[in-house]
């Protein structure tokens, strides 16, 4: 099983719709949760962070499930520019690593 | 410009090369990570400094692979002899939060590896 788990997509949703997307963790101790995002052939750039109590920013809301290990992201009204691919990413603390660990990636096309 | 900048942009060479790719953080930034992104694939952690030491380099796949930072700024990843196999993105981040959690990472644009 992989660290850090993304269902690649992609997924197509009409301008104006409501999509959400998982990301599993491995490490139950796992802490500081993030959700990036990248546009084809360039770099990732930081969307919001995950807190314990759940985060809103816009149209983007982030939760953190930790009985579950999972994160997510939910984006309602969704705009043609929000088509790109998002990434999670943890520090999973059972590996010791001091850097995040990233997922694959959930990619999203808005289409008009 | 005041962001992470990574040269070269793109970079072919032939198997069996030593390459170097230079990675230049924001001006303040102590923490400098190095990843690599395949296509298709999130970016995979490679090293970590925190200054001028790698508080971290768990994710260099082999020996073959070697980052420095010797004066706590800008940073150079190796690579000898070179394989097919480490075509990829080769990222660069840096981050102003000392120690514990990155924060917020800024990532540079890449370097594009090729290997023939």
């Known amino acids: 099983r992989k660290e850090v788990e993304q269902d690649p997509g992609p997924f197509n949703v009409p301008e104006g719709a409501t999509v959400a997307f998982n990301c599993t963790y491995s490490?139950?101790?796992?802490?500081?949760f993030f959700w990036y995002r990248q546009d084809c052939r360039k770099e990732p750039k930081l969307l919001m962070s995950?807190?314990?109590s759940g985060n809103e920013d816009g149209r983007f809301t982030a939760q953190l499930n930790r009985a579950s290990q999972y994160i997510s992201l939910l984006i309602r009204d969704s705009k043609l520019s929000d088509s790109a691919t998002y990434l999670c990413?943890?520090?999973?603390?059972?590996?010791?690593?001091?850097?995040?660990?990233f997922g694959s990636g959930t990619r999203l096309q808005v289409q008009p | 410009g005041a962001g992470v900048s990574q040269t070269p942009s793109n970079k072919v060479t032939e198997k069996g090369k030593y390459v170097e790719l230079r990675c230049d953080p924001i001006?303040?930034?102590?923490?400098l990570y190095w990843y690599r992104q395949s296509l298709g694939q999130g970016p995979e952690f490679l090293i970590y400094?925190?200054?001028?030491?790698?508080?971290?380099d768990s994710g260099l796949p082999n020996d073959r692979f070697f980052a420095v930072r010797p004066e706590g700024s800008v940073s150079t990843l190796k690579i000898q002899r070179t394989e097919r196999g480490d075509s990829a993105v080769y990222l660069c981040?840096?981050?102003?939060?000392?120690?514990?959690?990155?924060?917020?990472?800024?990532f540079g644009e890449g370097s594009r590896l090729t290997v023939l």
């Open positions: 990413a943890v520090i999973l603390l059972d590996t010791g690593r001091r850097a995040l660990t």
């Open positions: 400094f925190q200054g001028t030491g790698a508080a971290d």
């Open positions: 981040a840096s981050s102003a939060l000392a120690g514990g959690s990155p924060g917020e990472l800024f």
């Open positions: 001006s303040g930034h102590t923490a």
């Open positions: 995950v807190y314990s």
């Open positions: 490490n139950s101790a796992s802490q500081s």
